[in-house]
């Protein structure tokens, strides 16, 4: 359920709000990033959306017959994270989609980027993207209702990028597994990416898409 779901945390409990930077500021079905503890343990509980645009982004666009590096090695289409800990995304070949924590310096991602790009054909789009993660069991049945693409757990299997029209805005759809829990399965996520100006109609188209995914899941007797 995407939803405020306060009651689960005691009485008198809030849910966590995302900053007032957000490009989600003011839904409050939207939380923060799950990687900032405790607040993102709290938002875990309470939501099944939450911002991770707080990082540095960039666009890097690289000869792929060149030296090759860590980056490099990610074929397109695919997703994986460095050793630093950013997320690559290979979105075309010889293009890479590259997403750095909130906690990650900007500089220092840029630094890196110039690393595996003599040419510095990276492009630093930090305040131009929105980076929303949708997390837990009814990840597909929302990302199925609002994708121009038949979306769903063999098409977009762990690590898999797709990029695709979600309620008409294009977006880049990258699948990340959050880790298990202590003796629990890894929970399934994905990063819901397009450009900051479109942030509150795509969190919102999936939102209104959870009644529909309810109804999904009872059969088409609810309908009579």
Same mark, same amino acid.
């Given at each position: 359920m995407i939803e405020d779901r306060t009651a689960d945390l005691g009485a @008198?409990?809030?849910p966590e709000p995302v900053s007032s930077s957000s490009p989600f500021a003011g839904l409050g079905w939207v939380g923060p990033s799950l990687f900032d503890a405790p607040v993102g343990a709290r938002a875990r509980a309470q939501r099944a959306m939450a911002d991770e645009s707080a990082g540095p982004k960039l666009v890097v666009e690289a000869d $792929?017959?060149?030296? =090759?590096? +860590?980056?490099? *090695?990610? #074929?397109? @289409?695919?997703? &994986? %994270?460095l050793p630093s800990g950013l997320l690559v995304a290979s979105v075309l070949? @010889? %293009?890479? =989609? $590259?997403i750095g924590q909130a906690s990650d310096d900007r500089a220092r991602v840029l630094d890196e980027a110039a690393r595996v790009d003599p040419d510095r054909r *990276?492009? +630093? $789009?930090?305040? #131009?993207r929105f980076v929303l993660r949708v997390f837990g069991?009814?990840?597909?049945?929302?990302?199925g #209702?609002?994708? *121009?693409l038949d979306v769903g757990? %063999? %098409?977009l299997e762990p690590d898999r990028v797709l990029t695709t029209l979600v309620a008409g805005a294009r977006c880049t759809l990258v699948r990340e597994d959050l880790p298990a829990g202590p003796? &629990?399965?890894e929970t399934t996520s994905v990063l819901v990416i397009g450009a900051r100006s479109h942030a509150w109609h795509v969190a919102t188209a999936l939102r209104e898409a959870e009644p529909l995914t309810a109804v999904a899941a009872r059969g088409f007797g609810a309908w009579r």
């Open positions: @008198g409990a809030a $792929v017959f060149g030296p =090759l590096g +860590d980056w490099f *090695a990610i #074929a397109p @289409g695919w997703s &994986g %994270r070949p @010889g %293009r890479w =989609l $590259v *990276a492009i +630093d $789009v930090s305040e #131009a069991p009814q990840t597909f049945q929302l990302l #209702a609002c994708c *121009a757990p %063999r %098409r003796g &629990g399965p």
